[in-house]
Protein backbone atom coordinates (compact mmCIF):
# COMPACT_ATOMS: atom_id res chain seq x y z
CA UNK A 1 0.00 0.00 0.00
CA UNK A 2 1.65 3.36 -0.82
CA UNK A 3 1.07 6.53 0.82
CA UNK A 4 -1.79 7.92 -1.52
CA UNK A 5 -3.89 5.04 -0.83
CA UNK A 6 -3.05 5.33 3.51
CA UNK A 7 -4.35 8.53 3.32
CA UNK A 8 -7.37 7.91 0.93
CA UNK A 9 -8.10 5.15 3.53
CA UNK A 10 -7.55 7.97 6.47
CA UNK A 11 -10.19 9.68 4.85
CA UNK A 12 -12.80 7.48 4.43
CA UNK A 13 -12.43 6.16 7.89
CA UNK A 14 -12.93 9.85 8.89
CA UNK A 15 -16.04 10.07 6.44
CA UNK A 16 -17.96 7.34 8.05
CA UNK A 17 -16.83 8.21 11.42
CA UNK A 18 -18.97 11.31 11.02
CA UNK A 19 -21.86 9.04 9.35
CA UNK A 20 -22.08 6.22 11.43
CA UNK A 21 -25.07 7.60 13.76
CA UNK A 22 -27.19 7.89 10.81
CA UNK A 23 -26.30 4.50 9.00
CA UNK A 24 -29.14 1.61 9.87
CA UNK A 25 -28.52 -1.08 12.43
CA UNK A 26 -28.34 -3.71 9.51
CA UNK A 27 -25.65 -2.05 7.99
CA UNK A 28 -22.15 -3.19 7.75
CA UNK A 29 -18.61 -1.74 7.94
CA UNK A 30 -15.33 -3.15 7.38
CA UNK A 31 -12.32 -3.60 10.12
CA UNK A 32 -11.02 -0.26 9.15
CA UNK A 33 -13.51 1.59 10.51
CA UNK A 34 -14.26 -0.84 13.56
CA UNK A 35 -10.61 -0.08 14.82
CA UNK A 36 -11.41 3.75 14.52
CA UNK A 37 -14.75 3.39 16.09
CA UNK A 38 -13.71 1.84 19.39
CA UNK A 39 -10.87 3.85 19.16
CA UNK A 40 -8.29 0.38 19.55
CA UNK A 41 -5.42 -1.29 18.46
CA UNK A 42 -6.13 -4.36 15.64
CA UNK A 43 -4.65 -6.72 18.44
CA UNK A 44 -7.43 -5.41 20.81
CA UNK A 45 -9.74 -5.88 17.94
CA UNK A 46 -9.01 -9.84 17.35
CA UNK A 47 -9.02 -10.41 21.19
CA UNK A 48 -12.76 -8.76 21.04
CA UNK A 49 -13.14 -11.02 18.24
CA UNK A 50 -12.04 -14.42 20.32
CA UNK A 51 -13.98 -13.34 23.22
CA UNK A 52 -16.93 -13.09 20.62
CA UNK A 53 -17.97 -9.42 21.83
CA UNK A 54 -16.99 -8.79 18.05
CA UNK A 55 -19.11 -10.70 15.32
CA UNK A 56 -17.58 -10.92 12.27
CA UNK A 57 -19.61 -11.56 8.61
CA UNK A 58 -17.74 -13.02 6.42
CA UNK A 59 -18.54 -12.28 2.61
CA UNK A 60 -15.84 -13.58 0.89
CA UNK A 61 -13.07 -15.53 1.42
CA UNK A 62 -10.83 -12.26 2.36
CA UNK A 63 -13.91 -9.45 2.77
CA UNK A 64 -15.37 -9.77 6.93
CA UNK A 65 -17.33 -7.14 8.05
CA UNK A 66 -19.32 -5.98 11.49
CA UNK A 67 -23.18 -5.47 11.71
CA UNK A 68 -23.57 -1.46 12.79
CA UNK A 69 -26.66 -2.97 15.04
CA UNK A 70 -23.68 -5.04 17.35
CA UNK A 71 -20.92 -2.68 17.35
CA UNK A 72 -23.72 0.12 18.81
CA UNK A 73 -24.14 -2.47 21.33
CA UNK A 74 -20.88 -2.89 22.19
CA UNK A 75 -20.20 0.56 22.56
CA UNK A 76 -23.28 1.36 25.06
CA UNK A 77 -21.95 -1.77 26.95
CA UNK A 78 -18.36 0.22 27.32
CA UNK A 79 -20.04 3.53 28.23
CA UNK A 80 -21.86 1.54 30.95
CA UNK A 81 -18.83 0.03 32.07
CA UNK A 82 -17.21 3.13 32.20
CA UNK A 83 -19.35 4.64 34.31
Known amino acids: MNNTETKSNKSEVKDLLHKFDALPDAAHVRFEEVKALLACSRTTAYRLI??????????????????????????????????
Open 50 to 83: KSGALKPKKFSTRAVAFNVGDLRELIAKSQINKA
